[in-house]
């Protein structure tokens, strides 16, 4: 079966009980059992819920994947993931990564004795040289949040298992839509469902999915012990979103494209970052490991321009954070999602008050494009 | 010699009907959202179609949700009813039940205190097709009087809104039955805690669960329980109409149940504190409010019912302007239609439903501009009556 029609079948879709099309939603705390330990499959919903069990096998399905592992939110699905890990473990991580990633690596994991290296995972022999002999995982965003740097998946899985360690792909910017780190030699894919997944910007949740057995149950045992686990509403809400993923994303995607190519030829725009334009930097190692470039980009507003009245300036696209939605999103990252960041780091990073990131939504790319060529005049206008 | 209905409580609330789901042990019924109900085959279909098969669910939404039945089931043990039927709203629940059961040439008889969408759709609507309805009072002798041979059905709410008289039930049972009438009663104001009409007799028993039932007053429901030779009949209409509960209500609305009995103690509690309250008031003329002993029909609904509920109607020593000061003051009810959710909430009756009548004809409906309807919820009766009190002071 190919992947749209996967996105529309998922593995025991349909109820076997009442030929219900779609998976009750089994709001439930407790499952009464016949005798003690003796149940019929479930006991407690932070341990299992049917509802929750079939967005699992949904997303391992999808993913290329054996297990699927859910959590309330994409950050949650992240902490997971680094409970992995002990104290004294080492972690190499994509420079420019997430705020919100960013800012539990450096601010909460550290405390339990796991440090991080941030690293520009572009570039292999950056990776090679960060290594250190306590190393134990690799936790990559390619494309990365906001930067859009792409990381070569295949590569780096062959690496880390050469120096045994695992690698963690967060995909949230392609979906398993458009890239399949499991596909590539990743041992885990990490996604904020909250974006593309869901898309209707009306839930929180993150799943990881793996092949390996034993990560997966290690996953399982963390999801239960640690509890941070989605709702049967929110997970039945999350699938009935992923059943539009391709249809919505190939849209976005589309004019994406559009948008991208009319910034470029904008004098206010110095620079557009979209893995989708063949100028870009990681344009052919993008093409070679995912089925298309998304629906993100971002762009770096020339000097002079306010990015923060230019992003004050749009009506069609929503001010906000998130993206993967429905509805069209801009962001002011260094003021907004990477606010954890020190200002210096920015600087640093290149991640400046004049880059704008965009994801694009459903609504009539005309409309988004003559919204924001009425914000670039607004914002070119003195005072 | 009438019988208070049965008492039942929190252990019924919670447990009756089918309360864990047999194939996971999930003691919350599973929210089914399904539009279709699939087949293993064609075989297995036939099987279903045919009767042989073990299966009781149909094949599509709109005739049977796998929700709605468990909490439909939930609903016909609380009434003592074969069967209950969910709908839409309470309306959907009220115009099914009078489109099945009748037909052109039959006539109606419908007590005059009663939710104006409902005499309206009497009386307007169901005119159409050539049936005719009388508005009588809400006593067994005014019924009597009205039953024609042509009479059909008797429909009526009790306690009524919003003066709450309290018919006879259990003696319009008698007369039905004598006259080859159908007995329905809208028992919204009482719940099943408080008064079962099929226990006295009635046929129908027909709720807007919206109000108490739901109790949170945040879903639109309406339930039909009686027999399963007369209901069935409703349900099958109703997959031909439409008018039908959403699974996730449905979830909802079985929640608040469980809650039922304990809710309704509290709202009565309140009702009984601040009806006492009100009819001691100087600026306040006169308190409907069954457990008063003021009220015209104190004595049957004492010997009916188990409690009163919090529904409190007044008529305030004032204007309409001074009526709306008032309502405007009060701070712990919000101004809106509906009752029976634990948010107490009130209205001046005019606003909703009576606006486009003239003043004239409203006072003959015998709704004047300082009648003032209280839903009380479960906030602390203290709290309740000082808020009435500062808004009273203001009159």
Known sequence: MRLASKLIHPPGGTCQHTGAVHVPIYETSTFKQDAPGRNKGYDYSRTGNPTRDALETYIAHVESGRHGVSFSSGMAAITSCLMLLRAGDHLIATAGLYGGTYRLLTQVIEDFGIFSSFVDTGDLAAIEAAFTSSTKALLVETPSNPLMRISDIRAIAALAHR????????NTFMSPWLQRPLELGADLVIESATKFLNGHSDVLAGLVSTNDDGLARRLKQIQNAVGAVPSPLD???????????????SHEQASAGRIAEWLSRRPEVERVLYPGLETFDGYEVHRAQADGPG???????????????FVSSVSVWTLAVSLGAVESIITQ???????????????????????VRLSVGLEDPDDLIADLETALDLTRKPG | ?????????????????????????????????SAPFTFESIGAALDYLEGRSTRRQPEYGRMANPTVTCVESRLAALEGAEKAQLFASGMAAITTL????????????????????????CEGSLSKFGVTTSVVAPSLEAIEGAIGSATRLVFTETPTNPFQYVVDIEGLAKLGRERG???VVDSTFATPVYLRPLEFGIDLVVHSATKYLGGHNDLIAGVVAGRAELVQPIADLLATLGGICDPTTAFLLGRGVKTLALRMARHSANGQAVAEFLEGHPRVRKVFYPGLASHPHHAIARKLMLGFGGVVTFLLDADREGTARFIDRLKIPSLGPSLGGVESLVEQVILFGYLDIPPEERQRLGVPDNLV??????ENTEDIIADLQQALNDV
């Open chain 2, 1 to 33: 010699m009438a019988m208070a209905t049965r008492k039942i409580g929190s252990t019924e609330c919670v447990h009756s009907g089918v309360s864990t789901c047999e194939t996971t042990g999930s003691v919350a019924p599973p929210i089914v959202h």
């Open chain 1, 235 to 249: 997970c039945w809400l999350l699938m009935r979103g992923m059943k539009t993923l391709a249809v919505r994303l």
């Open chain 2, 373 to 378: 309807r209280l839903s009380l919820g479960i």
């Open chain 1, 333 to 355: 990252p260094s003021r907004m999602t990477h606010l954890s960041y020190p200002r210096e780091e920015l600087a640093r990073l290149g991640l400046s008050d004049n880059l």
């Open chain 2, 181 to 183: 009438v159908l007995t």
């Open chain 1, 295 to 309: 629906a993100v980009l971002s762009f770096v507003l020339g000097d002079g321009l306010n990015a923060g009245t």
């Open chain 2, 98 to 121: 009078l489109l099945c059961t009748l037909k052109s040439g039959d006539h109606v008889v419908l007590t005059s205190d009663c939710y104006k969408r409902t005499r309206d759709f």
């Open chain 1, 163 to 170: 120096r045994g360690a695992l690698l963690m792909v967060d």
